[in-house]
């Protein structure tokens, strides 16, 4: 299972998915999805600051950035 971030309607939430999110398997919930992410703390980040974060343009940002802010309240 991998990590993605679905927004919709500008809310962003991470979930967890057995396979890459499809139209047909997500699109009902999400209008778009971003990832795969490699952990939760990532996909969290990335849920939480990625979508106005400059230092946060791709998956492998999102896991930096969370280990950097791990313990924090961005993580």
């Not at 980040?45 to 961005?74: I, R, T, W």
Request: aromatic share 10%; glycine share 10%; net charge positive.
């Amino acid at each position: 299972m991998r990590w993605y971030v679905g927004s919709n309607q500008g809310a962003y939430e991470a979930f967890k998915a057995a396979a890459m999110p499809t139209e047909d398997t997500h699109g009902k919930q999400y209008r778009y999805v971003i990832g795969p992410l490699r952990t939760k703390q990532g996909a969290q980040f990335m849920a939480q600051c990625g979508h106005n974060n400059p230092h946060c343009q791709h998956v492998e940002d999102a896991e930096q950035l969370a280990q950097l802010h791990k313990g924090s309240s961005h993580a």
